[in-house]
């Protein structure tokens, strides 16, 4: 297996306070790249806060994280910021899309926020995202002149922007009917199709988790289940 | 466009009503800053080119500032020397021409000799004190603004009739006295004078113009009992600001005490200070509140906004380019409001200069307002240096925000 995109090792993410919360506890963890992988478990169990951990908003307190095999508990807020912007897309239950900017507009931010490519390039890949996302008509549309799940495709190709190795997706199609989650579940496995990616998806649903290629099942904050789907 | 600056002025721009209520703030405190500035310095500079013109610039009178030193403390080693009568006249300067030849020598300016002495000026069964200068007019016209402050008569009367004087008019209107008139001069040893009225002056300062009579020298000399008496030699410089540095100069070389304007008016030059720094007070507590409303509606916005931080900083947006948000929004609510507040300053100004204003101590009838941009580039500096201070504090409160805190709240 070649380098894992992200690894987490023995992390453990504790509140303080009057009663110590135990978030997820002694999580190990391997995201390699081409992977589809679903995180399921009842309510509170703390799939939100392993998602935060893997995408670095969040720092365990104890244990690692290492994203394309670097360690990131030593790192800085503005060095986990830098990684975020280059590696990681992140995409919410509800759409999280700046109000006041177009669609387009809100697909450019991360692009324009890393400045890898020319401002012509940016617009085009842009452009070429929406389409791809069936948004060609409706990039100069505002979130509040969107469907629910047109949002969320808006904020999938925000994620995507800055072609991240990891996609991380927390509960998207909660809020959308069956046809647009579907919809938005076929987006998402064609990105962990694509050259070194993965996507990691929590979910309620079961008929989305036997969709993936991986079940991680969280209890409590532990993984008590990791199973690959078997072939076929 | 800059992409920080186009979310500040997004986030500016959809909320028009508060930013122009912040703009406003800020446009209050620059204009009447301004104004305020305008009027202020205006009225100082005013009154200062009224005192400036209404004396000479410097005054070298017969006085010592020590007083000489007695023969018997050379010789012996005194402490003190009591019981000295002080002459009962004043000396006069010796040989005033060999001196003002000497000062005309290097004075960048003119020089003129002249008398003063005291009378008690009587018409009609009225009188009043006042101070005789007796002055050479063909000198006097250039160490003086007689000439222009001339209202009735010229100062060549003064050569038309024997004991010809020119009064000021507030003097004249005091004891009812017209040119033409015969008024009487009594000195203090109770001697009287008839002279003849041949003008009157008015220089604007109600002080001089109730009080001095200009006669010709020998007038002056004889009223005062003295012939050939100079107690007072009258210098105009080039540079009035240069004032104080000749006199100076003048007093080292000559050893009589030589009073710059300045000098004469240090009293009123001190309480200009005192009304300049009451000045930099209010104005700056009128921009600082001003920056108050700057702080508000930058609060404000970060916590409407608490969102899209928390979207931005998820992004990957690092603290500082979201404080930087915050911060230039601020300045843009100060740059806005330093903008209008030029114009407002400015018609402020144009508003306070239509209005009719009468003071008893000068006979201009409106505000003395100047127009200086450094007054408008100091306020502006100040109310957008205080507006971007103002938004520092809750943008970096905003940018630290966890993102984890508002998106767990948010889902
Ligand atoms: N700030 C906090 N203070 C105290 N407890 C917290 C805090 N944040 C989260 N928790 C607790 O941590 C546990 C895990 O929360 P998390 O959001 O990760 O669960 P989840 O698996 O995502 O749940 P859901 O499926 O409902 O989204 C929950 O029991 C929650 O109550
Ligand atoms: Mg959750």
Known sequence: ?232 | MNLVLEIALTHVRFRLRQTVVGVLGVATGVGFSVMMASLMEGSQRDFIRQLVDALPHVSVTDERREPPPQPAAAVYQAVAVLGLSTDEKRKGISNPYATIAGLEGWVPGAVAPSVQTKAVARFGGRDTTATVIGIDPRREVKVSQLVTQMRDGTLDGLHKASNAVILGDGLARRIGIRVGNTVTLATADGRAFYAQVTGLFHSGVRQIDENQIYTLLRTAQVLAGRTALINEIRVRVDDAMQAREVAGRIEKLTGYKSVSWQEAHEDLLSAFQIRNAIMIMVVGAILLVASFGTYNIVSTITHEKARDIAIMKSLGFRESVVRRIFVLEAAVIGLGGCLAGFVLGYLLCRGLGLIEFRTGFSDRTGLPLIYEPAHYLLAGGVALASSVIAGYFPARKAARVHPVEIIRGAS
């Open chain 1, 1 to 232: 297996m070649s380098v894992p995109l992200i690894e987490v090792r023995k992390a453990s993410r504790i509140l303080g306070g009057e009663v110590p919360t135990t978030l997820v506890a002694d999580i190990d963890l391997v995201v390699a790249p081409g992977e589809f992988a679903a995180v399921i478990g009842p309510s509170g169990s703390g799939k939100s806060s392993l998602m935060y951990l893997l995408g670095l908003l969040d720092v365990p307190t104890s244990g690692e994280v290492l994203v394309d095999g670097r360690p990131t508990r030593a790192l800085d807020e503005d060095a986990r910021s830098a990684l975020r912007l280059s590696h990681l897309g992140f995409v919410f239950q509800f759409h999280f899309l700046l109000p006041e900017f177009s669609a387009r507009d809100n697909v450019l931010l991360p692009m324009r926020a890393l400045g890898r490519l020319a401002p012509k390039a940016q617009e085009a890949r842009a452009d070429l995202l929406l389409a791809e996302l069936g948004l060609k008509d409706h990039g100069w549309k505002r979130p509040d002149q969107l469907s629910g799940g047109q949002r969320q495709r808006v904020a999938i190709a925000r994620a995507l922007a800055n072609e991240p190795a990891v996609l991380l997706a927390d509960e998207p199609t909660g809020n959308l009917d069956t046809a647009s989650s579907a919809q938005v579940l076929r987006l998402l496995r064609e990105v962990a199709a694509g050259e070194g990616r993965a996507v990691v998806i929590v979910t309620h649903d079961p008929t989305i988790a036997a969709q993936a290629d991986r079940t991680i099942t969280i209890v409590d904050g532990r993984i008590v289940g990791d199973q690959a789907r078997a072939a076929g």
